[in-house]
T-cell receptor, first 115, second 109 residues
């Protein structure tokens, strides 16, 4: 079974621009969660999508948004980029229901650099 | 506030010996605990998890212990191998995963 894929792997943007990141979950997984990893803050939860609906949300500003499609693929958008948005953005998929709801499997991440 | 803490940023262990990684948490609502391993430029890889109703779970060389009264869990790796050299993250689940800061493990030959 193929793992979680994320595209692109690397991005360089300038302040004020916007960016869209993509995540394809493991086949059969209906939940997609997004995390931001920075050296100072570690791994921080952004939001989770399940069945095309945002189910949970972390403490990030409204510039960070996402969506999920009917095939469970998800996109994350960051508008009006700031230097502090430079980070590794990780997507994780899980079944989303049932006893193994907590087991999340991560993609390789998208490294975003904001200049 | 950091609800999951890994107080040891690094651990060096000789090949073949036991590696013990520790993790403390503050949120009593966490109902699952997980350990992930991460190499540079890759996403975290799931290793092992434990439900809050258990106190031990084993999977091959990896054993996780949970002490709910102390809000403490540990990961034992026996025997340690050079390929185990990586950053290990402790995570706890309520409705999302909350991660510790990570422990860098170096296995010496």
């Amino acid at each position: 079974k193929a793992g979680v894929t994320q595209t692109p792997r690397y991005l360089i943007k300038t302040r004020g621009q916007q960016v869209t990141l993509s995540c394809s979950p493991i086949s059969g997984h209906r939940s997609v969660s997004w995390y931001q990893q920075t050296p100072g803050q570690g791994l921080q939860f952004l939001f989770e999508y399940f069945s095309e609906t945002q189910r949970n949300k972390g403490n990030f500003p409204g510039r960070f948004s996402g969506r999920q499609f009917s095939n469970s693929r998800s996109e994350m958008n960051v508008s009006t980029l700031e230097l502090g948005d430079s980070a590794l953005y990780l997507c994780a998929s899980s079944l989303g229901t049932g006893g193994e709801v907590h087991e999340q499997f991560f993609g390789p991440g998208t490294r975003l650099t904001v200049l | 506030d950091q609800q999951v803490k890994q107080n040891s940023p690094s651990l060096s262990v000789q090949e073949g010996r036991i590696s013990i990684l520790n993790c403390d948490y503050t949120n009593s609502m966490f109902d699952y605990f997980l350990w992930y391993k991460k190499y540079p430029a890759e996403g975290p890889t799931f290793l092992i998890s434990i439900s809050s109703i258990k106190d031990k779970n084993e999977d091959g060389r990896f054993t996780v212990f949970l002490n709910k009264s102390a809000k403490h869990l540990s990961l034992h790796i026996v025997p340690s191998q050079p390929g185990d050299s990586a950053v290990y993250f402790c995570a706890a689940y309520d409705y999302k995963l909350s991660f510790g800061a990570g422990t860098t493990v170096t296995v010496r030959a």
